[in-house]
């Protein structure tokens, strides 16, 4: 487990190299709000929510846990852009924290056809 933990960090560390991005968002936003506003900016705080859910979820799989089925061709900025979508369609959620409307936004775009 702990070694899956720091897969997922060093993914998300590559992410901020890779991508390159520094956008300061307001730090005392709630979750989601904060997590919406960095997607936007198309900031690395964006994309390391993402990608620690989509990588626990391949982790979760292979424990024969779906919670979400990406297809190999999907790039990281269709998620942002459906994250985006989702927390502008239901603000009602922006309180919640970011990990919790990544996983929904992934799940009902992407179901487990199990």
């Known amino acids: 487990m702990e070694r899956s933990i720091q897969k997922i960090c060093c993914l998300a560390v590559a992410a901020f190299v ?13 979750g989601s709000t904060k997590l919406l506003q960095s997607c936007i900016a198309n900031t690395e705080y ?6 620690v859910e989509w990588k626990g ?3 979760l799989r292979a424990e ?4 979400f089925d990406i297809p190999a061709d999907v790039q990281l900025p ?7 979508a989702y927390l502008q369609d239901h603000p009602e959620y922006r ?3 970011a990990s919790s409307n990544v996983r929904v936004a992934l799940s009902q775009a992407y179901p487990c056809s199990d």
């Not at 956008?23 to 005392?28: E, K, L, Y």
């Open 46 to 51: 964006c994309y390391a929510q993402i990608l």
């Open 78 to 84: 269709e998620l942002r852009d459906l994250v985006v």
């Open 18 to 30: 890779i991508l390159g991005r520094t956008v300061t968002v307001a730090d005392d936003l709630p």
């Open 64 to 67: 024969g846990i779906c919670l």
């Open 57 to 59: 979820n391949e982790r």
């Open 95 to 97: 309180d919640a924290d």
